[in-house]
């Protein structure tokens, strides 16, 4: 069983940057793969990035490529997404996730947090 608790939410101009942080109870961190998804109002939850056990293989969707980066510390049970060049389009409710598998298909994540909410204004 793992806990996962997101924070570094906000508000923040367009062009800003933000720090997401997930924290994961339990000694199994290392053993999950990690995802970050979010979900705007009115649309599904999609994935927006993966970090296998290692840190070795990181995947990203299309729209946040070169401006969000995906990090983990295993000695800190600690998943991070590292957010700049902010877009209003970025607004929603952020999501970390575990799972067994590297996937961007929310279905095969075992874990979720809570959800933080990030708004992009313009």
């Known amino acids: 069983q793992v806990q996962l608790v997101e924070s570094g939410g906000g508000l923040v101009q367009a062009g800003g940057s933000l720090r997401l942080s997930c924290a994961a109870s339990?000694?199994?961190?290392?053993?999950?793969?990690m995802g970050w998804f979010r979900q705007a109002p009115g649309k599904d939850r999609e994935f927006v990035a993966g970090i296998s056990r290692t840190g070795s293989s990181i995947y990203y969707t299309d729209s946040v490529k070169g401006r969000f980066t995906i990090s983990r510390d295993n000695a800190k049970n600690t998943v991070y997404l590292q957010m700049n060049s902010l877009k209003p389009e970025d607004t929603a409710v952020y999501y970390c996730?575990?799972?067994?598998?590297?996937?961007?298909?929310?279905?095969?994540?075992?874990?979720w947090g809570q959800g933080t909410q990030v708004t992009v204004s313009s």
């Open positions: 996730a575990a799972g067994p598998r590297t996937t961007a298909w929310d279905g095969d994540y075992d874990y």
């Open positions: 339990g000694r199994s961190f290392r053993t999950y793969v």
